[in-house]
C-alpha cells in the first residue's frame, strides 16, 4: 500500500507560481509511476500531468503544458509539480495519485491510491 500527501497548495495572482509537492511513503516509490489530477467546483476531476517510475517519461493535459512540469526525486519519495504561469482558470483542488504500473497514464481510474488534495486559487 501507498500512502500519498499534497504540500504547497495556496493563494496567488494569475501569472505567479507555485509548486506542489506529494511525498509518499509505503510500498517501493520507485516503482509507482505518479500523476497530478485536479478538479474545479462543479467540474469533474481531470487529468493535470503524469511521469513514469524512472522519470523518463512524462506527459501533460493540454491545458498546461509548456506552463506546468512534473518531475520527481526517489531518494526523497517526492513528486513535484512546478506550475508557472499560473491562470485563473487552474483554480482547483488538486490531487497526486500513485498506480502500481511503473508506466505513466493519463486515466484516472488507473491509480490505486489518493491523497487528499491540495486548494490552489489563483486571483486575477
Known amino acids: 500500500q501507498v500512502q500519498v500527501v499534497e504540500s504547497g497548495g495556496g493563494l496567488v495572482q494569475a501569472g505567479g507560481s507555485l509548486r506542489l509537492s506529494c511525498a509518499a511513503s509505503?510500498?517501493?516509490?520507485?516503482?509507482?509511476?505518479m500523476g497530478w489530477f485536479r478538479q474545479a467546483p462543479g467540474k469533474e476531476r481531470e487529468f493535470v500531468a503524469a511521469i513514469s517510475w524512472s522519470g523518463g517519461s512524462t506527459n501533460y493535459a493540454g491545458s498546461v503544458k509548456g506552463r506546468f512540469t512534473i518531475s520527481r526525486d526517489n531518494a526523497k519519495n517526492t513528486v513535484y509539480l512546478q506550475m508557472n504561469s499560473l491562470k485563473p482558470e487552474d483554480t482547483a483542488v488538486y490531487y497526486c495519485?500513485?498506480?502500481?504500473?511503473?508506466?505513466?497514464?493519463?486515466?484516472?481510474?488507473?491509480?490505486?491510491?489518493w491523497g487528499q488534495g491540495t486548494q490552489v486559487t489563483v486571483s486575477s
Open positions: 509505503g510500498r517501493t516509490f520507485s516503482r509507482n509511476a
Open positions: 495519485a500513485a498506480r502500481y504500473d511503473s508506466g505513466s497514464t493519463s486515466r484516472p481510474d488507473e491509480y490505486d491510491y
